[in-house]
């Protein structure tokens, strides 16, 4: 049974702050790391794939991988109001995603 | 720029009765996909589309469902005969390209069944 596992939250973090997401996953043999945004009511909307081990960045975004550890995180730099919703880590491994259950961020203005 | 389209966004029906999902892929991927989400609940994959067949398939996806591209742009999910717990959202996806690729989702269709 392929897991993916996040922190349900509330995360909540200042406006202007760094906001930390984790995501562990349990299959060995995945191969591709995404992070989609879901507002309430809505679907999720792609932010940043990784494919690599190591960190990849993306304006305020960066994703780390690390395939040793089955740990992928998601960093949101001067977090806005704005990026209120919950942060889906989703992996792939074959003609599938598995999602994680989401962790729900609130920012505070 | 190009996105996934649903229709329709709600749908209520009768317990029993079939319902039919509609999708338009992006127009360049040929890789198409359903999953659906419980209030409150993961986002679950149902099923993965290429070529005219069922590539992957998971154990929700039962002899209820079905998948079928009609023409060259739609892409449907039918539900023969619904039950209570088929209420959710359903999202369709498309990616050009499976596995590593990254799969782009349309907007939902709510479904309730009542």
């Known amino acids: 049974q392929k897991e993916v596992e996040q922190n349900s939250g509330p995360l909540s973090v200042p406006e202007g702050a760094i906001a930390s997401l984790n995501c562990t996953y349990s299959d060995r043999g995945s191969q591709s790391f995404f992070w989609y945004r879901q507002y309430s009511g809505k679907s999720p909307e792609l932010i940043m794939f990784i494919y690599s081990n190591g960190d990849k960045e993306d304006g305020r975004f960066t994703a780390q991988l690390n395939k040793a550890s089955q740990y992928v995180s998601l960093l949101i730099r001067d977090s806005q109001p704005s990026d209120s919703a919950t942060y889906l880590c989703a992996v792939n491994a074959g003609n599938m995603l598995t999602f994680g259950g989401g962790t729900r961020l609130m920012v505070k203005p | 720029e190009p996105e996934v389209t649903q229709t329709p966004s709600h749908q209520v029906t009768q317990m029993g009765q079939e319902v039919i999902l509609r999708c338009v892929p992006i127009s360049n991927h040929l890789y198409f996909y359903w999953y659906r989400q419980i209030l409150g609940q993961k986002v679950e994959f149902l099923v993965s589309f290429y070529n005219n067949e069922i590539s992957e398939k998971s154990e929700i996806f039962d002899d209820q469902f079905s998948v079928e591209r009609p023409d060259g742009s739609n892409f449907t999910l039918k539900i023969r005969s619904t039950k209570l717990e088929d209420s959710a959202m359903y999202f369709c996806?498309?990616?050009?390209?499976?596995?590593?690729?990254?799969?782009?989702f349309g907007p939902g269709t709510r479904l309730l069944v009542l």
């Open positions: 996806a498309s990616s050009e390209e499976p596995g590593e690729e990254t799969q782009y």
